[in-house]
């Protein structure tokens, strides 16, 4: 009767969370997994640091939209609240696919907070408000800086016959950003409604 008993107990503690786990890291940022991916290991790193450094820009942009899509004021408010927040998911939408590239190359994707900040090439803007045209002009240099690294990642995964991490960027990430690049710079047209 006592050895039940027992055993009933183990099985409660069995199914409680243990929770407070600690450890080493089991694989360390900028490390390859050795993946049957036919892909040489040194350009898999090449591709992993480049999709990095557009990942850890993207996930500054991102903020930045949300940021601009909170504090917009104006007679513009309702379009452009609109506007940054489907922005704001479409960038959401190329993070998840950057991140899953680069752990698909074997690599280790930026995503911790505060390793992003120490990592992008985005200007920190201020913590207030700024007027609608600096929000823009913000937004817009953020993605002519993407832009520009997304070109140079093209052309070296292009001629490292990367084609998965090529595709991706040309496919997706170059075209949503330059789409995005267009509705925003339209803002800065000076254009009457009606003309006499």
Known sequence: MPTQNTNKITQVDRSQPLLHQ?????QQYG???????????SVRSESCALVNQILADTIILYHLYK??????????????????????SEQLELIDALGERVQTLGGVAIADPRHVAEV???????????????????????????IGDLRVAIDKTAANQDSGTND????QALRTNELQVWFLAEHFVDTPLVSS
């Open 22 to 26: 600690y450890g080493h890291e089991i």
């Open 168 to 171: 991706l960027l040309v496919s």
């Open 31 to 41: 490390t390859l997994l050795n993946l049957s991916i036919t892909l040489n290991p």
């Open 67 to 88: 940021k601009h899509h909170w504090l917009m004021r104006g007679h513009t408010f309702y379009q452009l609240h609109l506007l940054f927040d489907k922005h704001a």
């Open 120 to 146: 992008t090439k985005i200007q920190r803007p201020p913590n207030g408000v700024e007027a609608v045209p600096v929000m823009l002009s913000r937004l817009l240099e953020a993605h002519e800086l993407i």
